[in-house]
């Protein structure tokens, strides 16, 4: 449903074939969603991706694990209202004031992000291109984010359209992960000048081990080489993936 212009929903393998990602960063999504990770991706112009990007980390989620949209103000303060009793994704299509479903704004846009704070994973999208562009626009007015909160976002992704050496194409510029007590911090960064991905972290400080990310990254070359594209199928194959190697 967060597909909004039809077609078929691109998977993480289709992103990683048009080279919007590279197997190394979309391994890294995987496991930071492993591990709890609420998502948050940007970009500034409309239909660049944001949504596309959005839907494949949540593709990663653990089996078993509930997505709840956001459709109103309601879900959040009944949630709030109680603790954490089951593994949950509450998802907000959007962070903008148009009158979608699942689009927040306001005092929804704050108390949704109070949910960080009592155990739940949370998911959404937004009209910026930076972490700088996201900080202002959820800390200043008329949203008013804690920026505490903020630092308790473990995935952070930016795509763009881009010029490529094969045209014009989409780009994830930047993925953060969090660190703990020091926030989101840069992890990968697409570069311009030779059209690909460099690690930018250490993955042991955000949490990911060695062992654990080139299972990763195997498990997603292995698809690709496989041509597994289908939204359904590529989920089918992250859940025995969980099974199997006890993620």
Known sequence: MLNQRGGRTLSAVDLIEAGTLSVEATAFMLC????GASV???????AAGKSTLLAAALCFLPPGERIVTVSSHTVVARALEHPANTSECFLAHEIGQGHFYGYIWGRTVREFFGLLETGRRIATCLHA????????????????????RLSLLGLI??????????G???????LYGRVPGRGPQL???WRESDDTFEMTGDLETFGVSTRQFSLAAAFLADLVDAGVRLFEDVR????????????
């Open 236 to 247: 089918k194959r992250v859940v025995a993936f969980y099974k199997s190697e006890g993620f």
């Open 168 to 174: 014009v194409g989409r780009r994830v510029t930047y």
């Open 187 to 189: 992890a990968f960064r």
């Open 40 to 46: 948050l991706t940007g970009a500034l112009a409309g």
């Open 32 to 35: 930071a969603m492993s591990q």
């Open 157 to 166: 992704g930016y795509i763009r359209m881009a010029e490529t050496p094969s």
């Open 129 to 148: 291109d930076t972490l700088a562009q996201t900080q202002e626009m959820l800390t200043g007015s008329p949203l008013f984010v804690d920026p505490g």
